[in-house]
């Protein structure tokens, strides 16, 4: 099938360090867009307009968009296009250390202030990690999040139990959200093309969580070392944290692997730790 490109050229210098693989097929959009589901009320953000792909179909479609662009390159065209655009708010900064919560708190009107946010991407591959676990600690000011990301990181978020790509991101975004692979884009609906096929993510923080971890950094601690040697078992990254009796405390056989150990299973490990390390009364 002809692809419809996304209708603009450009002499902008794609830049590496920001990971900017720019959209370029009209159909691939318009799939993104349907996927999304903008409501006239909604308060959106998106992180990386890059070259305006996703704005540009949604700015018209929600009541606020901000938008967060570190390159400065890109300001003064994003500028141009949206300034007059009632939803149109522009953050000139870096993504990862936006306080996502000021949005809330900054709304003109109350019912906005409110509202909890929904945030979308096509994110800098490069940063897409580190960006996530920021963006789960505003949780509780988020609806839904829809991500373009590598395709292997989709398949890492989304793993189950016992399956290869099932480790600590599935374990620390399937503990804050429910997670959703949509679908598969290849390289060529990106100006560069990346090397490897990506796809998007729909992640909707739980109202309330399934299994409730007592400290959330405990949590964190234990699901990080028990992944710390993939090849090892629990009872080997786990030593110095967890006895062997105590993992069995947990209902979890000490000899297998942490691949193989569902979010509810980390987050018994986590309590008895964080019980076990409380000061005496
Ligand atoms: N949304 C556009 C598209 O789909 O064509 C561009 C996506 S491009 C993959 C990623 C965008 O994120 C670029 O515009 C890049 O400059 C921006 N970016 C990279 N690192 C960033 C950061 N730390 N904070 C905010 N934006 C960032």
Redesign the pocket.
């Known amino acids: 099938m002809a692809k419809q490109t ?1 209708g603009r050229s450009s002499t902008h210098k794609h ?1 590496k ?8 097929n009209g159909r691939i ?1 318009d799939q ?1 867009v349907a996927a999304i589901r903008p409501q006239k009320n909604d308060h959106m953000v ?10 540009r179909p949604l700015i018209d479609r929600v009541k606020t968009l901000d938008i ?4 400065n390159d ?1 300001i003064a065209p994003l500028k141009i296009q949206f300034a007059s655009k009632p939803a149109f708010n522009l953050h000139h ?6 306080d996502y919560a000021t949005l809330l708190s900054n709304s003109k009107n109350e019912s906005e202030a409110t509202q909890s946010l929904r945030i979308v ?7 897409s990690s580190p ?1 996530m676990f920021h963006l789960l600690t505003y949780a509780e000011c988020i609806q839904d999040m829809h991500f ?1 990301l590598q395709k292997e990181v989709v398949d890492r978020i989304t793993a189950q139990p016992g399956i290869k790509a099932y480790g600590r991101l599935s374990v620390m975004l399937q503990y804050a959200c429910q997670t959703e692979s949509l679908f598969t884009v290849g390289p060529e609906n ?2 560069p093309p990346p090397k490897v096929d990506s796809a998007i993510v729909r992640l909707i923080p739980h109202a309330s969580k399934p299994f409730v971890a007592e400290n959330e950094k405990a949590f964190k601690d234990i699901v990080r070392q028990s992944f710390s040697q993939k090849r090892k078992t629990l009872r080997n990254n786990l030593k110095g944290w967890l006895s062997v009796e105590q993992i069995e405390q947990c209902g979890i056989d000490p000899s297998i692997r942490a691949e193989t150990i569902p979010v509810e299973g980390f987050v018994k490990l986590a309590n008895l730790h964080f019980q076990c390390n409380q000061p005496s009364p």
Do not use: R, V, W
């Not at 360090?17 to 370029?24: D, P, T």
């Not at 967060?68 to 390159?71: L, V």
């Open positions: 996304s830049k360090q920001f990971g900017q693989n720019f959209l370029n959009i993104i998106e992180i990386g307009p890059g070259e305006a792909a996703l704005t967060i662009e570190i390159d890109l900064t870096d993504a990862l250390k936006f991407g096509n994110l800098p591959y490069n940063i960006l373009m990106f100006t």
